[in-house]
């Protein structure tokens, strides 16, 4: 009989939030009170992976998981985790460390080349989102950052100019080759929606979504610090490069259409011919996905999940044997569908099920992941919640 999580388990998990746990920290690191609190939610994509860097649409949605900062101005930087060791003093200008403190001082350097960063702050960190799980918590930690500091600073930034501080520090200071989904979405997400975003043309629409969304995560961690990520945006990079000898005008992948793959895959040499057939085909379901959403439709919207996680499984290969898994289980088990959302190579899944009989599915696929694992996986359920915010500082 498989353990069905029971609601009063689920609502554990964060009771005091990511900008409570932050502040407290915060006390108990510096000995005084910040002055500035803000969080940021982590995401999950609905539909639209590694179409976001070739031009294509995204379907994020905010999640409820957040990361909040608390901080005050100070004499040089220094910043705290809640789950990382010890206060880190750092020099802004010093190279970077390879830790997650890079993902601050790259928000520090793209807010000075603004002019909207303090002279100096003591910062501290907390959230509960999981990390490495395909869940951007990076991004919320960057916009979440680039909001306090920014007030720090005096400056009342727009969600779009924060989203951009954000990606600008993780692409160009911490040198991931990221598209700007994460941090549209951690900026820009609505309560009760998903996002359209169409990155070459920068338009966002809201999409409702209504109800649950579940995730299962993998336990199979990744670290963006480049690695497979930034292997594929070369490749895609590669065939753009090829696709223009035939088509001289292409901007973006995503602009080809499928009637172009034949061509595709006279011209170009594999590896790169399923990598543009995940993009283009990618970028056809994530439009095909907000318009079914838009109308309801949910059982389409999950056989197009299912299709994306083929897509990912076969031609861009970036799923793992854990998230294949879970997906096909969660088809056997009654969900609308599951997809592996997030970079890849671990992570999480998505899961989308009938309200009346999510539990019971979600349950059943752990159960079927544990027979092969010998682990439950983590499991949890969310609503699309809300981008960045200011926090107001408890007394
Ligand atoms: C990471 C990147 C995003 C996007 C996804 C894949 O999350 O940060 O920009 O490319 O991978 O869809």
Request: charged share 20%; aromatic share 6%.
């Amino acid at each position: 009989m498989p353990h069905i999580p029971s609601q009063e388990k689920r609502s554990t998990v964060g009771r005091l939030s990511p900008a409570r746990l932050a502040t407290s920290l915060f006390t108990t690191s510096f000995a005084t009170r910040p002055t500035v609190a803000a969080s940021a939610p982590g995401r999950v994509n609905l539909l639209g992976e590694h179409t976001d860097y070739n031009g294509g649409p995204v379907l994020p949605v905010a999640i409820e998981r957040r990361t909040g900062i608390a901080a005050r101005v100070a004499n040089g930087w220094s910043f705290v985790s809640a789950t990382e060791d010890g206060v880190h003093q750092l020099d802004i200008d010093a190279p970077m460390r390879r830790t997650w403190t890079d993902y601050l001082v790259g928000v520090v350097r793209e807010l000075r080349a603004l002019r909207a960063a303090p002279p100096g702050a003591e910062v501290a960190v907390a959230t509960n989102l999981p990390i490495g799980a395909g869940l951007s918590s990076s991004a919320a930690l960057t916009v979440a950052a680039a909001k306090a500091l920014s007030l720090l600073a005096g400056k009342r930034l727009s969600p779009a100019a924060l989203a951009e501080i954000a990606f600008r520090a993780e692409y160009h200071q911490v040198g991931v080759r990221c598209g700007r989904m994460d941090q549209t979405i951690a900026a820009h997400g609505q309560r009760g929606s998903a996002l359209l975003f169409e990155t070459a043309a920068g338009t966002l629409q809201t999409v409702p979504l209504p109800g649950r969304l579940w995730i299962l995560e993998t336990g199979v961690s990744h670290r963006l610090t480049g690695g497979a990520l930034n292997d594929r945006r070369r490749e895609c990079e590669e065939a753009l490069a090829f696709c223009r000898e035939w088509r001289p005008g292409l901007a973006y992948l995503s602009q080809l259409t499928p009637d172009d793959l034949p061509e595709v895959e006279r011209r170009l040499a594999p590896p790169l011919v399923p990598r543009v057939r995940h993009v283009v085909t990618e970028t056809a379901r994530t439009r095909r996905a907000a318009e079914v959403l838009a109308a309801g439709d949910l059982v389409t919207l999950g056989r197009l999940l299912v299709q994306g996680h083929e897509s990912l499984r076969v031609d861009y290969q970036s799923t793992v044997p854990e998230a294949d898994l879970l997906v096909t289980s969660a088809r056997e088990h009654g969900a609308y569908g599951a997809r592996l959302t997030g970079a890849g190579w671990g992570g999480a899944v998505v899961l989308l099920a009938p309200p009346e009989r999510e539990a019971r599915t979600v349950a059943e696929v752990g159960s079927d992941f544990q027979k092969q694992y010998g682990r439950m996986p983590v499991t949890w359920s969310t609503r699309a919640s809300r981008g960045v915010r200011r926090e107001t500082l408890a007394d």
